[in-house]
């Protein structure tokens, strides 16, 4: 295991080379540029501008001279973020996207293996049409429409609820709420869809048979034999769903005006931000790496017939 661990870490440096060098030179070879949108400046301006961020060099000089700075931990200054550098940017903006993230996906993990549960257990029973049905709602209907529709009722009708904000504002952790539910929606429907199907293969397996033939209580059952293999699926789908829930938040963020990363990363696209579009990436596949290895690693613990050699 000790081997498998250094080996998968020593595998992180060429992935994320291989990220950093093809996305700098897509980026580069996009139609436009971080000064297109602006207004006709005089060309000397247009000049400067070039020469300050270094842009009038050759594109192998400028990929040499922003992988030497990466390497120091520097991500570079904004083009349009002005007085702005890009590792300010993202340390301002992705512990709100971390903190609404991991909420968000530790609710649809909990609620997502118990309704699934549940309906594998009751499976074609009223409570397993009922789990299904809402996680069908859940996968269904887009954020843009769960997170209004949940102002309306608990902001707006019952005022339990603030209708935005940060939990820097008055309201405090109660802005926590309306957005995580909104966001951890559709990663509990798909989480309760996978644990039912994969609990419900797992109960039809010899080593469940033999178990329960021994006399153990059906909680033991399934709460020992049963679950420990049935979360291999979802351990796996937790890894880009981790990366994917922090980065593509940019709907909710933008509904209940959190200040994440989100917005940050959509604008700086618009913008042809170069550096900022880069930081966001590396930051984004980093924690897609990491996630990944994190996977593999729980799945040994996991699933015994897993030998890491």
Do not use: C
Request: hydrophobic share 50%; charged share 15%.
């Amino acid at each position: 295991m000790t081997k498998f661990i250094i080996r998968r870490l020593l595998s992180l440096i060429p992935t994320m080379f291989v990220i950093v060098t093809l996305s700098f030179f897509l980026i580069r070879f996009a139609p436009g540029g971080p000064f297109s949108a602006e207004k006709k400046v005089p060309a000397q301006v247009l000049q400067n501008l070039m020469k300050k961020y270094h842009m009038d060099e050759s594109l192998g000089r400028q990929y040499l001279r922003y992988f030497g700075e990466i390497l120091r931990g520097d991500l570079g200054p904004s083009f349009r973020y002005k007085d702005m550098t890009v590792n300010a940017l993202i340390k301002q903006s992705m512990p709100n996207s971390m903190l609404l993230g991991t909420l968000s996906l530790a609710l649809a993990v909990a609620l997502g293996i118990a309704v699934g549960i549940v309906s594998a257990l009751k499976q074609n029973k009223w409570q397993d049409y009922t789990a299904m049905s809402l996680a069908v709602v859940g996968i269904s209907v887009p954020l843009f429409v769960i997170g209004p529709l949940l102002q309306l009722v608990f902001a707006m009708q019952l005022k339990w609820l603030p209708t935005s904000g940060w939990i820097t504002d008055r309201a405090g952790l109660k802005t926590l709420i309306m957005p995580v539910i909104t966001l951890s929606f559709p990663y509990f429907a798909y989480i309760a869809r996978m644990s039912r199907a994969s609990i419900l293969e797992v109960l039809r397996s010899d080593y469940v048979r033999t178990a329960r033939a021994k006399g153990l209580k059906e909680s033991t059952v399934i709460g020992k034999h049963v679950l420990k293999g049935a979360l291999l699926p979802i351990v796996s789908y937790l890894g880009p769903a981790f990366s994917g829930i922090i980065t593509g938040s940019i709907v909710v963020e933008t509904i209940f005006l959190v200040p994440g990363v989100g917005k940050i990363f959509v604008q700086s696209a618009l913008n042809r931000d170069y550096t900022l579009i880069m930081g966001e990436v590396i930051v984004y596949s980093l924690i897609l790496i990491v996630m990944n290895f994190v996977v593999d690693i729980v799945y040994g613990f996991l699933d015994p017939r897993i030998a890491y050699k």
